[in-house]
């Protein structure tokens, strides 16, 4: 009992202890919790103290560009920001605003301030909150027009980064130019009443605008771009977004002067005309590669005609074959060069030449890994390619078709664990059927059978035994405790004599 207690009283000190070092490891990663966080705290003092100095030098230089008139208004509308973007993103729209200024007058110079903001904080609700609450007193739809400006300035930043010269990216950034340019034409001239009554409309569009804005932004490589303007999801955006703007010149063309209305025609004379070129999904591996053959030979002949040697001709003497002149276009459309094109990037190539623009299902994805990247090496090579080419074109199904039968043909650990255990449990059932066992009802019925015949048979045995009762075995269990007794006194009395 003494050692017991003993043990208890180590066992409680002991636990004391632990507690207080667990205690003070606390203490102490609190403590260092805090003077990071208060480290960070004068960090990010010192970096918003920067980002005013900053933007004070800028709200000076771009007042002394603009009228009197117009100081007021642009200082507020920069004040917005204040303590709500960093040193840079300053910097960079401030610089922004300058180059655009001189060729601007009115409430365009404010909506490009206002765009410019937005763009260089990337799009941030803070500050596209503060832009549009500074606005909103000067016209109700300026706030739009800043937004949608600013939607158009991120589409357009986002092509430059890009550097393809694709022509669907062509025809996107000159419609959205002269979009711009007829917003900011507008934003001066139409009126408060006229502001008012076509609110809904200014709003619907840049509702749209954001939305292709959006597409943009989820695409931000190159060879993502490319893809995403051959889509069907985009190409409806972008109807949406010429339609809301025909549907709001329409409705303005009664707010404005005869002078602004024919600088409005001006300006979307070919609005409505600027088409992309979308990629139709097609459903057979005749079709793929007619369009294949048809892509290989419209490169060539633009090739030719912007007077760039061809060093390959793409008809039938071509001395590289047709898998390897696809090949070099996918690494074309991936940016890099004559390397290796890394597979996450040959993905969207792949769905951009194959799959019309629209993503592969994972299956299909699957398939196409283990078909031309087995070894897992991350990258797809030239011999890779040719190689997967191949089999396919041999398989003489469609594309779709001929991952799904390689992803088939290659199941997951997961989908090989629930074919055996779909196996065994077939087995199973067809031993259980030989046996007259169909359902659960009957493995039930089976062992209450069994039960059953157990207790019958017990019975039978004790039957023969003469025992027919619980009473007649309390009997026969007293006669042998009776017996066993009388033969325990026989041999006492036997050891005594």
């Not at 960079?92 to 110079?109: N, Q, R, T």
């Not at 027009?145 to 996107?172: H, M, R, W």
């Not at 955006?237 to 002078?259: C, P």
């Not at 053959?293 to 001395?319: F, G, H, N, R």
């Amino acid at each position: 009992v003494v050692m017991g207690a003993a043990g208890s009283v180590q066992a409680e000190v002991a636990q004391e202890n632990i507690q207080g070092h667990v205690e003070d490891g606390s203490e102490t990663i609190q403590s260092a919790v805090d003077r990071v966080e208060a480290i960070e705290s004068e960090m990010e003092k010192d970096n918003i103290e920067v980002s005013n100095i900053a933007l004070d030098r800028g709200i000076a230089e771009i007042s002394e560009m603009v009228g009197d008139g117009s100081k007021a208004a642009v200082t507020s509308l920069m004040e917005s920001v204040r303590n709500t973007m960093t040193t840079e993103e300053v910097v960079s729209a401030v610089e922004e605003i300058k180059s655009c200024i001189p060729s601007l007058e009115g409430d365009a110079v404010l909506v490009t301030i206002s765009a410019s903001l937005q763009v260089a904080a990337d799009m941030a609700p803070a500050v596209m909150a503060s832009v549009g609450g500074a606005l909103v007193a000067l016209g109700e739809h300026l706030p739009y027009i800043g937004v949608a400006c600013a939607a158009i300035g991120a589409v357009a930043y986002a092509f430059k980064l890009s550097k393809e010269q694709d022509e669907n990216i062509k025809t996107v950034s000159l419609w959205m130019a002269s979009v711009k340019d007829w917003l900011l034409l507008v934003s001066s001239r139409v009126d408060k009443s006229a502001a008012a009554s076509t609110v809904p409309l200014f709003e619907g569009l840049q509702d749209a605008l954001l939305k292709i804005s959006t597409h943009i932004d989820t695409r931000s490589q190159k060879w993502r771009i490319t893809k995403m303007l051959t889509s069907t999801s985009f190409e409806r955006d972008f109807t949406r977004a010429k339609d809301a703007v025909i549907e709001l010149k329409t409705a303005l063309r009664d707010y404005l002067d005869q002078e602004s209305q024919d600088r409005q025609e001006s300006a979307l004379a070919n609005i409505s005309s600027a088409q992309i070129d979308t990629n139709e999904k097609l459903t057979s591996m005749e079709d793929q590669l007619t369009q294949i053959q048809e892509m290989l030979i419209a490169q060539a002949k633009a090739q030719q005609q912007a007077d760039i040697p061809v060093a390959v001709p793409v008809d039938s003497t071509s001395v590289r074959s047709q898998e390897e002149e696809v090949y070099s276009n996918i690494q074309r459309a991936a940016g890099v060069g004559e390397k290796d094109v890394p597979f996450q990037h040959f993905v969207v190539v792949f769905e951009t030449f194959f799959c019309g623009g629209a993503d592969m299902p994972s299956e299909q994805r699957r398939g196409l890994k283990i078909a031309i990247d087995r070894e897992n090496t991350g990258t797809v090579s030239k011999p890779q390619w040719i190689k997967f080419y191949r089999q396919w074109t041999e398989s003489k199904v469609a594309i779709e078709q001929y991952l799904n039968q390689v992803a088939e043909a290659n199941p997951t650990l997961c989908v090989r664990g629930k074919r055996l255990s779909n196996e065994a449990r077939l087995k199973a059932k067809a031993a259980l059927a030989e046996r007259g066992i169909h359902s659960s009802a009957d493995v039930s019925n089976r062992a209450r059978q069994s039960v059953e015949d157990a207790k019958n048979a017990t019975k039978a045995a004790l039957a023969a035994r003469g025992i027919e009762s619980t009473d007649d075995a309390k009997k026969i269990i007293a006669a042998k405790a009776s017996e066993l007794s009388n033969f325990g006194r026989s041999l006492f009395t036997k050891q005594s004599t």
